[in-house]
């Protein structure tokens, strides 16, 4: 009796062993899948966090008043030669084939109050990149508005 004993003991069956192995790919397989998943929306994420950036910091250098009000309107192809100052970083730009545009132009459908007449003290900044991201085109989009209110020409509603 006890030699039975320790033969049970000894080992598993085959139908042990497969309705564990059943058993633990039931339960890492959905586990694994999760995390796939999870790493391609981080990755994303990633991207777009990037494309962001770039697009703000392209923003911030288009700001300035000595540059926005003295080209308007403007439309720029980024990368451009002639505005070394607009770039998108080097590794993305390669990477992901991206490029983008800057456009200044005066805001549109905004009036003096009360007038109807166009208002030309309020402008407004777009800045647009694209980039492929597996195959498939992605953008994002800025836009921002300037006013000019060092102007001695500002018109309001009390003036008229």
């Not at 192995?21 to 899948?33: F, H, Q």
């Not at 998108?88 to 990477?95: Q, S």
């Not at 508005?145 to 102007?151: E, G, K, L, N, Q």
């Amino acid at each position: 009796m006890k030699r039975i004993v320790r033969n049970i003991y000894k080992g598993f069956t085959l139908v042990e062993v497969m309705l564990a192995v059943i058993i633990i790919g039931a339960g890492v397989i959905p586990v694994l899948s999760l995390f796939m998943s999870g790493s391609r929306t981080v990755e994303k994420g990633g991207l777009i966090l990037e494309a962001t950036i770039a697009a703000q910091n392209i923003l911030d250098r288009a700001k300035s008043d000595s540059f926005i009000w003295d080209n308007i309107p403007l439309s720029i192809n980024i990368p451009d030669e002639k505005y070394p100052q607009f770039t998108i970083p080097e590794f993305f730009a390669k990477k992901y084939l991206a490029s983008g545009t800057l456009e200044i132009d005066h805001a549109p459908g905004h009036t003096v109050l009360g007038t109807g007449i166009n208002e030309t003290n309020l402008i407004q900044i777009i800045v647009k990149l694209n980039w492929v991201e597996n195959n498939f085109p992605r953008t994002t989009r800025i836009l921002t508005y300037r006013a000019r209110t060092s102007s001695f020409e500002l018109k309001t509603a009390t003036r008229y």
